[in-house]
């Protein structure tokens, strides 16, 4: 807590939303503010007075236009609840301690009443025509029935909704009017509007939403800086905080907070492995996290890392590296390997094959290496890329190991069905594809992982021949010594946690299977199928992951706006996913309580206009002060690399500096962002603009000629086209742009 002449100063969770759409000027004069009000909150220039008919809100000086309003908990602890114009009314604030949470709540409601008025439906306008006399009664229009009509005042308030919006909560009648109360409401309040509004019974939004957030003792109403302390009350205390809202337009600490709700699912004890699933901003990353720190937690103490927490790629892992050392500092990073599973299988491969330095390529270059096979080898009747597919989705993915192997191989998602003949040629093209391989000095990523899933597979196959010998010797601990070596033959992990199930492979899953022992608390995944962009279709319990009873489901975003969200939803239309274990998955009940500007949709005639349009859009947020923010809170992804250079070469020429994210990031320090759709996966932006959605570009050309001749891989890879946009989508925080040249994606027909 960070104190400045012996004062104490915070601020509040819904404060700091406001601060966000505060002009520039405004946010360096909230700075200044601070720091004098640390300093003495009674010099004179602060015209800090206490407001009329209220002992504890107070009003301060920011600048002469802007007051904060501080709720004084005693004489050197304060706490900003918001900041205003100082023309705004302030006499219909309501600010106590919630007696369900004992957290502080602060709610002003003229601009929540202002909020629900604004999507009342309109009247129809009238006419000069004579008036019709009024219908009889039982003709006439029913009133549309309260949404919360089926609940006590006292119940909602035992489900923690905030007692002075109770009587607004009555009134409501729409969807939308439900949602612009949210939007200013406490949290708590929110979650618990929304799940009964998609149809919970009253004791399962006790039990789930409100009961992990209750306060453990008895709520004292009056006792306002105890309240301060409780978890239900989010705070900020820091300058660095401050600084990183006001410059940044962002809060740190929401890449790594917890909302209490979901606290339940860090904590609790699995029989097995368990499986978090949620739309895009919901929360998983951070649930991963903090089960990462509570597994940490319950560790004897030691120097080794027993905890594994990997993801898909090296960017997201860079990122969860930063975010837990962010959480947990030092301390738990030592006890924590934090590594990608490509990198992850390629080490188990060098440790077994320590001479071995082939080349590992990637699926195109794979890709290449088959087509250049088949022309030498005269085969017309196999497709390169479904040659491909099937080599690393099956073969591959499934750690075949013999042709009879391959013969019984289940191929679900695969479309297309081969009979015996074909599976025996198949077979027989793929050993001639790895003995090419092997020949080159090359290897593909799929092989590493195949690689890398056999010798866990067996590693773990003589750990448990150990400890049945083990069980018959009397428990001797001299037989666990590895063959060859006076080490120790255990498991490489107790615990693992894995970001962004979704995309691993079958090969991966069976290498982390066999990396842990089969026991409590030993799998831990989060993902979401709807964002799953490349060709990695598994069924856990098919690899020996069973997580059924072991689900869970987040829907509540705290970073997409309801607008963009909606369009994100759009964008997926129909189509159905999985769940990782082979049963359908959707979006049901996935809401944001955020709200803000509708997405910008921008057609143009050709792509150099189209560049010409991104850049005076960035040029016209440049030249407005209240709009304006750091270019790298500025995304621009586009479907091609040639894309990208093109459109990054024109920002140049308009000056404005484009920073390509590569493999390992953006390649400087500020800058538009800019570069393909799969690049921005995981990663987020205050402002998104998505370039190039034009037909035959999103999706490719070379898709929709799939159509006829392959009608399943064209239903997969259409799909996937969906998933890709969605991602892309869902990068956007506060405001979305969508440019295209010709004619629009066919995904963005559903798009007001």
Same mark, same amino acid.
């Given at each position: 807590m960070t104190r400045t002449g012996g004062v104490t100063l915070r601020l509040l969770d819904k404060a700091d939303k406001e601060i966000l759409r505060l002009p520039r000027t405004v946010k360096g004069a909230l700075f200044d503010f601070q720091h004098k009000f640390k300093e003495n909150p009674r010099t004179p220039g602060l015209k800090l007075k206490q407001l009329k008919g209220d002992s504890r809100i107070w009003s301060a000086?920011?600048?002469?236009?802007?007051?904060?309003?501080?709720? &004084?908990? !005693?004489? @050197? @602890?304060?706490?900003?609840?918001?900041?205003?114009?100082? &023309?705004?009314?302030?006499?219909?604030?309501?600010?106590?301690?919630? /007696?369900? #949470?004992?957290?502080?709540?602060?709610? @002003?409601?003229q601009v929540v009443e202002d909020s629900v008025l604004r999507r009342i439906p309109p009247q129809q306008p009238s006419t000069a025509t004579p008036a019709v006399p009024a219908p009889p009664a039982e003709a006439r229009p029913l009133a549309p029935e309260p949404l919360f009509a089926a609940w006590t005042d006292g119940q909602l308030m035992e489900l923690g909704v905030a007692e002075p919006l109770v009587p607004v909560i009555r009134s409501l009648t729409t969807d939308e009017q439900l949602l612009g109360l949210i939007e200013y409401a406490p949290q708590l309040t929110g979650e618990v509007l929304l799940a009964l509004y998609d149809g919970k019974p009253f004791e399962e939004v006790r039990d789930e939403v409100t009961a992990p957030v209750a306060a453990p003792e008895p709520v004292d109403t009056e006792d306002f800086q105890t309240a301060a302390e409780r978890p239900a009350t989010v705070v900020t205390t820091s300058d660095d905080a401050l600084?990183? *809202?006001?410059? *940044?337009?962002?809060?740190?600490?929401?890449?790594?907070?917890?909302?209490?709700?979901?606290? $339940?699912?860090?904590?609790?004890?699995?029989?097995?492995? !368990?499986?978090?699933?949620?739309?895009?901003?919901?929360? &998983?990353t951070i649930v991963a996290l903090h089960r990462v720190r509570h597994?940490?937690?319950?560790?004897?103490?030691?120097?080794?890392?027993?905890v594994l927490l990997t993801t898909y790629n090296k960017n997201l892992a860079a990122d969860l590296r930063s975010r837990l050392l962010e959480l947990g500092g030092e301390q738990l990073l030592s006890r924590v390997e934090v590594s990608h599973v490509d990198q992850l299988a390629l080490r188990v491969v060098r440790e077994a094959e320590p001479g071995s330095r082939k080349q590992t390529i990637d699926d195109s270059q794979a890709v290449r290496e088959w087509r250049a096979m088949l022309d030498e080898l005269g085969e017309s009747g196999w497709d !390169?890329?479904?040659? +491909?597919?099937? %080599?690393?989705?099956?073969?591959?993915?499934?750690?075949?190991?013999?042709? /009879?192997?391959?013969?019984?191989?289940?191929?679900?998602?695969?479309? $297309?069905?081969?009979?015996?003949? @074909?599976? *025996?040629?198949?077979?027989q093209l793929a050993e001639r594809f790895t003995q090419r391989l092997d020949r080159l000095g090359r290897q593909t990523w799929d092989q590493v992982a195949e690689r890398a899933a056999r010798l866990e597979i067996g590693r773990e196959q003589r750990i448990r021949a150990i400890e049945r010998q083990r069980e018959e010797a009397s428990g001797l601990d001299n037989i666990h010594l590895q063959d060859g070596s006076g080490g120790w033959l255990r498991y490489r992990y107790r615990h693992i946690v894995v970001d962004e199930a979704q995309d691993l492979r079958p090969a991966h899953w069976k290498m982390l299977r066999a990396m842990t022992a089969r026991d409590s608390d030993d799998l831990f995944l989060v993902g979401?199928?709807?964002?799953?962009?490349?060709k990695n279709q598994v069924t856990l319990g098919s690899l020996g992951i069973n997580i059924r009873g072991r689900s869970a489901k987040l829907s509540l975003s705290y970073r997409t706006t309801r607008q963009i969200l909606r369009s994100a939803l759009e964008v997926l239309g129909e189509e159905t996913y999985d769940d990782l274990d082979g049963n359908s998955e959707t979006l049901a009940?996935?809401?944001?309580?955020?709200?803000?500007?509708a997405p910008g949709m921008?057609?143009?005639?050709?792509?150099? #206009?189209?560049?010409?349009?991104? !850049?005076?859009?960035?040029?016209? %947020?440049?030249? +407005?002060?209240?709009?304006?923010?750091?270019?790298?809170?500025?995304?621009?992804c586009v479907p091609t690399n040639l894309m990208a250079r093109e459109l990054g070469n024109t920002l140049g020429e308009h000056g404005i500096r484009a920073l390509e994210i590569g493999a390992d990031g953006a390649r400087g320090e500020s800058g538009v962002h800019i570069g393909t759709m799969f690049r921005f996966k995981g990663l987020e932006y205050q402002r998104m603009i998505i370039a190039g959605v034009s037909d035959g570009l999103v999706p490719r050309e070379q898709v929709n000629q799939l159509r006829q001749v392959d009608p399943a891989r064209y239903r997969r890879e259409l799909q996937r086209a969906r998933s890709l946009l969605f991602v *892309?989508? /869902?990068?956007?925080?506060?405001?979305?742009?969508i440019f295209w040249h010709g004619a629009p994606s066919p995904f963005l027909h559903r798009l007001p």
């Open positions: 000086r920011i600048n002469d236009e802007y007051r904060a309003l501080l709720l &004084k908990l !005693a004489e @050197d @602890d304060w706490l900003i609840v918001s900041v205003k114009h100082r &023309k705004e009314v302030y006499d219909r604030l309501a600010y106590g301690i919630n /007696t369900v #949470t004992g957290g502080i709540e602060y709610v @002003d409601l600084r990183e *809202a006001l410059e *940044a337009g962002d809060f740190g600490r929401w890449k790594v907070f917890l909302h209490p709700a979901q606290s $339940k699912l860090v904590e609790r004890r699995y029989s097995g492995p !368990a499986r978090v699933g949620g739309g895009p901003g919901t929360g &998983k597994l940490v937690s319950q560790l004897p103490p030691g120097h080794n890392k027993p !390169a890329e479904f040659l +491909h597919d099937e %080599w690393t989705q099956v073969i591959l993915g499934q750690a075949v190991g013999t042709r /009879t192997d391959y013969f019984r191989a289940r191929r679900a998602g695969r479309g $297309k069905n081969i009979g015996r003949a @074909d599976r *025996a040629a198949i077979w979401d199928t709807h964002q799953r962009i490349y009940g996935y809401r944001s309580v955020l709200s803000g500007s921008h057609p143009c005639t050709d792509w150099q #206009t189209e560049r010409e349009a991104i !850049a005076a859009r960035i040029l016209a %947020w440049d030249a +407005h002060p209240d709009e304006r923010i750091a270019h790298e809170q500025i995304a621009i *892309a989508v /869902t990068r956007a925080r506060d405001s979305l742009d």
